[in-house]
T-cell receptor, first 112, second 114 residues
Framework: GENVEQHPSTLSVQEGDSAVIKCTYS??????FPWYKQELGKRPQLIID?????GEKKDQRIAVTLNKTAKHFSLHITETQPEDSAVYFC???????????FGGGTRLMVKP | KAGVTQTPRYLIKTRGQQVTLSCSPI?????VSWYQQTPGQGLQFLFE???????NKGNFPGRFSGRQFSNSRSEMNVSTLELGDSALYLC?????????????FGQGTRLTVV
């Protein structure tokens, strides 16, 4: 089955700096890669996603890049703000049905 | 449109007991997945249902089971509870299984086994 690894597990940045979280996946048939943000005590919520026919996608301060050959994708957050502090999860959609496999999560702390 | 609703929000059970958790997906969503979230373990996939059929199952013991009803509501059951089953159980619903669409999560049921 699909295996998704996510790094780093914790990331501390200064407000205004950029943050990068990286994920690798194992199943070359995976074709959908969402990123979820989970604030403390809240449900995970989608912040951005990318499909395998696209190499990069941007939404304001957030961008995701995908390298299908290397089977890795990354989340980039620019001009970080304290409200960006949360746990971020990457995921890959296994084509065997409708199964999302998640990475282990990255706890991002943005220091004011 | 109402979001994904999970009940109950909190539950305390004793070792050896069984528990049933409920998930009502967003109206029109036919796919429901369940995840176990524990500190340091991320989101572990339990199973996924579509049109009352279990299509995928994660690597959990047989004590974990689920089902889906004709109205797409889903339940998961854990029998013979162990201390290690203490976790936040999240369900997520998706609209279209033929295309990759956003998974919407419920707020979860926090299960504590004592």
């Amino acid at each position: 089955g699909e295996n998704v690894e996510q790094h780093p597990s914790t990331l501390s940045v200064q407000e205004g700096d950029s943050a990068v979280i990286k994920c690798t996946y194992s199943d070359s048939a995976s074709n959908y890669f969402p990123w979820y943000k989970q604030e403390l005590g809240k449900r995970p919520q989608l912040i951005i996603d990318i499909r395998s026919n696209v190499g990069e996608k941007k939404d304001q301060r957030i961008a995701v890049t995908l390298n299908k050959t290397a089977k890795h994708f990354s989340l980039h957050i620019t001009e970080t703000q304290p409200e960006d502090s949360a746990v971020y999860f990457c995921a890959a959609n296994n084509n065997a049905g409708n199964m999302l496999t998640f990475g282990g999560g990255t706890r991002l702390m943005v220091k004011p | 449109k109402a979001g994904v609703t999970q009940t109950p929000r909190y539950l305390i059970k004793t070792r050896g007991q069984q528990v049933t958790l409920s998930c009502s997906p967003i109206s029109g969503h036919r796919s429901v997945s369940w995840y176990q979230q524990t500190p340091g373990q991320g989101l572990q996939f339990l199973f996924e249902y579509f049109s009352e059929t279990q299509r995928n199952k994660g690597n959990f013991p047989g004590r974990f089971s689920g089902r889906q009803f004709s109205n797409s509501r889903s339940e998961m059951n854990v029998s013979t509870l162990e201390l290690g089953d203490s976790a936040l159980y999240l369900c997520a619903s998706r609209q279209n299984v033929l295309k990759n669409t956003e998974a919407f999560f419920g707020q979860g049921t926090r299960l504590t086994v004592v």
